[in-house]
């Protein structure tokens, strides 16, 4: 299927691994432009390389710096022959925040929590919903997590932010900007095969003794799909979303979890 964006540009953030760069190989798969961004340079320049030989590609811009501060979206901005603000297509993604007793945390923890994972997608929305709705076409899309339905309780600092990014997005996405060609969806993961994974699976395996692949293994035995996710499958998923034939789908909470999620809706 022809998704329609050959040549519009789309910004992805955290997009030098994992679900970040599963999105934007489907969308370098379709001809969009695209400007990357991720903390390490090295990691991101691999990327962008991968990212230019895929047929039909784009451009690819790579800006290494955090999507979190202000000086790193300004960079994002600012890249030398990038659309500035006038992105066709956002992807909102940054690392989660990490895992605990919320008895431990303090204001600083849950400052950097909603940060990373509310403030920044609302600060990319504000940056350039305005511009998509004067030019009729504009997608959204963030990646949150299977969390915001399920919560799990030692994701407390997940949990709380992305829950206030969705209630956010449910709004503004209804808002004026809806009767102008102009989406926003989140993206709910499940368990996708990912460096993340890996690593709560490490953290898991010093505290049990038992090894990573074993972990990994009975995880996966748990979902219904009796598998985790691929970054590809995600990445389609979110391709699609950001197509011409999505333009009907807007403010949804798209969930990817091979079933995982035990609910009728
Ligand atoms: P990952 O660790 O594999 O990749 C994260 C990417 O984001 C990397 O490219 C990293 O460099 C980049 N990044 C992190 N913080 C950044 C920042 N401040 N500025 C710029 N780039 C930054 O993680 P993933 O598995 O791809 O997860 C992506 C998001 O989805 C995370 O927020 C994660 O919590 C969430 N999530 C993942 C899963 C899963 O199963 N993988 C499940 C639920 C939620």
Redesign the pocket.
Known sequence: MDLGIKGKWALV??????????CAQALAADGANLVI????AD??EA?ATQLRAIPGAGTVLAVA?????DQ?RAAVFGVQGGPGTDFDIVVT?????PPGDFRDWEREAWIKALD??ML?PIWLIKATVDGMAQRGFGRIVN?????VKAPIDILGL?NGA?TGLTGFVAGVARSSIAGSGVTINNL??????????R??AKGQSEKTGKPIEELLEARAKTIPAKR??T?AE?GAICAFLCSQHAGYITGQNVLADGGMFPGTM
């Open positions: 953030c955290g997009a030098s691994k994992g679900l970040g760069l599963g961004n991720a903390r390490g990691a991101l990327a710096c955090d999507i979190t501060s790193g993604n940054a690392g989660g925040p990373a994972n920044t990646i949150t997590s299977g969390a997940s992305r709910l993961p499940g368990a996708f095969d990912t460096d993340r994974l690593t709560t985790f996710g970054a995600f």
